[in-house]
């Protein structure tokens, strides 16, 4: 399932029209019936009492949205006032001032608002307010009217969502909201549904876009695939049905040799929890068998939490911290592994920097790295330029704090432009990058931008990436090429962690009641057949 930037939108829009002659008012009149469509499913009441029913329409394409579905909603006997709210004089043009006309013949008075001695309509009067001033083409914060208008129905004139009488339907976007960074003003009218039209809007995932879109329903406005290959989308929804086609084979006569050998490296002196958490993941994602290597002296710990996994004690610096020796133990234990999971609990120690750089520049086995190891990793630039010429595939796992300070901005910037960031972390270490955080991401090179639903505030507790780190690495070991294991292992993630918040609570979450719901995580992805998608963002 696509997602689009603005530039993208309008580039689909051109191509069907254009490209394909797909008139522009079919689209218009496709994109509303698709609207009602959506609205109808999400509210049945609509389909059985006559509600009353407020239009704010802009002098756009987005407006023109808004006058076909003035038209549908009355011809469904709703009682329809329609404001347009413009410049003074603005006309609208082209197939939405078509249907403006159409719209004047049913509806006589269309009501204006475009100076500020206009009347703003009485929003706790109506039952349904449709947004249509604006969608993707607005690169700007609101301004003039329909920022009054906007505000007039907010926070600030004591609407508050889940609480006000009126619901809110977006067309494409809550207007004002940035399609392409999620970054919205204090007008911006948030939305209980917002049908996006034709594809996602990568704003709608990102910063306010989650709050502020409520519901997100996708509208068929008729596009085609090959208007999809004409324009060439590069984000896409990690959905069910891709996290199925990832799932890796299980051969009857497998044995547990047949599904991989993944290492765990890390787990210091007051951090052995991150690497036990790493080594359960592992386990939980089918891998055979799991190694987890760690300081000599705190072998005790792990032989007594590490049941089912084997351990590997390594040689120390000081009680508890690995010496930098320790690099080439784990070069020589890894000439028949699969993958290595390097940085869980490791430390900072000048030792644990020196075993990372060394580890990094002489081992060519699949590597995950994390946390500390990537810590250490920022503070050594020039290694970071030689993971470009490093021929073993990694995955990096850093949450905006640690993208920052690889990326050498600071962490607002990081997430003031997610899919940028992580893009650019990905070309800059040619791996694949896993930006975790609200509506994870996962990056490569030429590969398609991928946003992932599943999850939300039940992960953000430590210990939550860890288990995301060996889960990864598990999958690397049973083959998955590593931009497959990063999405299916951060969709399984996710889902479990939405399991435990729906078995338990959405908070007071232990990392190991995630764990433990990952073998139903599996079965749900499992069980999975394909169906119509209601994403609430």
């Not at 068929?220 to 990690?238: E, K, Q, T, V």
């Not at 993958?339 to 020196?354: D, F, M, R, Y």
């Amino acid at each position: 399932m696509y997602v689009t930037t603005s530039r993208e939108s309008r580039l689909l829009d051109k191509v069907a029209i254009e490209g394909f002659g797909l008139p522009g008012i079919v689209l218009m009149e496709n994109a509303a019936r698709s609207i009602l469509k959506e609205a109808l499913e999400f509210w049945p009441d609509l389909k059985k009492k006559r509600q009353k029913v407020l239009v704010l329409a802009g002098p756009g394409q987005n407006g023109g949205d808004g006058f076909v579905l003035a038209r549908l909603f009355f011809g469904l006997g709703h009682a329809v006032h329609c404001y347009l709210v413009r410049k003074p004089g603005q006309e609208p043009k082209g197939d939405a001032g078509i249907n403006y006309d159409i719209l004047k013949k049913l509806i006589p008075q269309i009501n204006i608002i475009e100076t500020d001695d206009d009347d703003l309509p009485d929003f706790a009067t109506f039952d349904l307010v449709i947004d249509a001033l604006f969608g993707t083409g607005l690169d700007r914060p609101l301004g003039g009217q329909a920022a009054r208008v906007l505000a007039a129905a907010g926070a600030g004139a004591k609407f508050r969502v889940g609480e006000r009488p009126f619901r809110v339907l977006a067309v494409d976007l809550p207007s004002g909201l940035s399609g392409d960074t999620g970054a919205a003003g204090p007008e911006v009218l948030a939305a209980d549904l917002t049908v996006s039209l034709g594809t996602y809007k990568l704003g709608q995932f990102l910063l306010e876009g989650p709050e502020l879109c409520g519901a997100v329903r996708l509208g068929d406005i008729g596009l085609l695939p090959d208007m999809f290959f004409r324009a060439m989308p590069d984000a896409l929804i990690l959905d069910d049905d891709q996290a199925l086609s990832l799932v890796p084979k299980r051969p009857k006569g497998g044995h547990k040799g047949t599904f991989g050998h993944a290492v765990l490296c890390g787990g210091s002196a007051g951090k052995t929890g991150a690497l036990v958490l790493a080594a359960l993941g592992a386990q939980r994602s089918g891998c055979g068998k799991i190694t987890a290597a760690h300081p000599a002296s705190l072998d005790t710990v792990f032989q007594t939490k590490l049941t089912s996994a084997m351990t590997l004690p390594l040689i120390e610096y000081m009680p508890g911290e690995l010496s930098s020796r320790a690099a080439e133990t784990i070069w020589e234990f890894m000439a028949d592994k699969d993958v290595l999971a390097l940085g869980p609990g490791l430390g900072l120690k000048h030792e644990s920097h020196a075993l990372v750089i060394e580890i990094l520049k002489r081992l060519d086995k699949p590597m995950v790295l994390d946390a500390d190891a990537l810590t250490i990793l920022a503070e050594n630039f020039d290694d970071i330029e030689a993971l470009k010429s490093a021929k073993n595939p990694r995955v990096l796992t850093p949450h905006p704090g640690e993208a920052s300070r690889l990326l050498g901005i600071s962490a607002l910037e990081v997430q003031a432009d997610r899919p940028k960031a992580a893009r650019e972390l990905a070309q800059k270490t040619n791996s694949v990058v896993i930006l975790k955080g609200h509506n994870t991401l996962v990056a490569a090179i030429d590969r398609p931008l991928l946003i992932n639903l599943t999850g939300g505030p039940v992960l953000a507790t430590g210990g939550s990436g860890d288990l995301l780190t060996g889960l990864v690495a598990g999958l690397m070991a049973q083959g998955l090429p590593p931009f497959d294991a990063a999405a299916l292992g951060v969709y399984l993630h996710g889902l479990a962690a939405d399991l435990a918040a729906k078995h338990l609570t959405d908070r007071a979450i232990f990392p190991s009641e995630i764990q433990a719901c990952l073998p139903e995580a599996w079965k749900t992805l499992l069980a999975h057949e394909p169906k119509c998608h209601d994403y609430n963002v």
